[in-house]
């Protein structure tokens, strides 16, 4: 048999690597940026006092992404309109041994999730990601932050909190999710105005990300007869393009992909609490679909 290369030990761990560095940044080609700078490093490393692969590339794929998350941090306080994570296709497959652990990760990857943790620190985000999603021990995340293990536990302590007081309340069930969106889309294309109503909740949350690059609301807009009249509304101008829409995995929940000309323009994704729509996700800005197509 043939001895273990190092391509064949990084691209083993390469999935875990790249969840880290997405959840840390919360775009795809961030995060593959970091990973590819995780294997140059990985390919120069005396690999022999290497005595676990995994958590020494876990290590060096977190401080990478720190150091770019302090960079594009900067970029994001001059974004124009409300910021969305980058839409991610997931399939957790068959490395995810129990429905529980998919939810885990299904909701660490969530939109609502990684909003919320836009407004982290850089190390309350690191922390969060690696404990909550992936169980590292304390010991292990102070040794990779390089930071004592009794501040670890209060940054993940904090963070906790932050996370549970700001996200919104949602349900996980992907059945009730996906029966919701083709209700939704149905009552938008039919322009069905009182349907669309009845699906929202009453202090139901729209936000949209453009970039400014394309068309979606620049604020948050919020109640649901706002949301449904602006819906109602764009629906309408929108019912003479051509638009077709599948339904993919995205973020771990039912998502919905508008795609115009055989390109993605837009991806939509419903948070559902209750039997009713809390918040919309519409990501619009063409930098953040490629990964689509």
């Not at 995060?31 to 876990?58: G, H």
């Not at 609502?112 to 169980?135: C, D, I, Y």
């Not at 992907?174 to 109503?197: K, S």
Request: glycine share 6%.
């Amino acid at each position: 048999m043939a001895a273990e290369t190092p391509t064949d030990a990084f691209d083993e761990h390469r999935p875990v690597l790249m969840g880290v560095a997405y959840r840390m940044l919360g775009r795809v080609a961030d995060a593959e940026d970091v990973v590819q700078d995780a294997w140059l490093r990985w390919s120069q490393t005396d690999r022999s006092d290497v005595r676990e692969p995994r958590a020494y590339l876990v290590r060096i794929t977190t401080r990478l992404a720190l150091d770019r998350l302090r960079q594009v941090q900067a970029r994001r306080e001059s974004y124009v309109g409300p910021w969305l994570p980058e839409p991610l296709v997931t399939d957790f497959g068959p490395t995810v041994p129990d429905t529980a652990e998919q939810a885990v990760l299904a909701e660490s990857v969530s939109f609502a999730v990684l909003v919320v943790l836009e407004s982290l620190s850089p190390l309350e985000r690191a922390v969060f990601v690696l404990r909550e999603a992936f169980g590292l021990p304390f010991a292990e995340i102070a040794a990779t932050l390089e930071r004592a293990e009794s501040t670890v536990r209060q940054l993940a302590r904090r963070a906790r909190k932050h996370v549970e007081e700001r996200r919104p309340r949602y349900d996980v069930d992907p059945v009730q999710q996906r029966d919701l969106t083709q209700r939704f889309l149905a009552a938008a294309g039919e322009g069905d105005l009182d349907g669309l109503l009845a699906l929202l909740a009453p202090d139901v949350r729209l936000v949209g990300d453009s970039g400014g690059k394309s068309k979606a609301p620049l604020r948050v807009i919020e109640t649901a007869d706002k949301v449904g009249r602006f819906l109602h509304g764009a629906a309408a101008k929108d019912a003479q393009l051509g638009f077709e829409f599948r339904f993919m995995e995205i973020n771990g929940a039912p998502g919905l992909v508008a795609f115009l000309g055989g390109k993605p323009d837009a991806v939509f994704q419903l948070a559902v609490f209750e039997g009713r729509i809390q918040e919309i996700y519409i990501v619009r800005n063409p930098d953040k679909l490629q990964s689509l197509l």
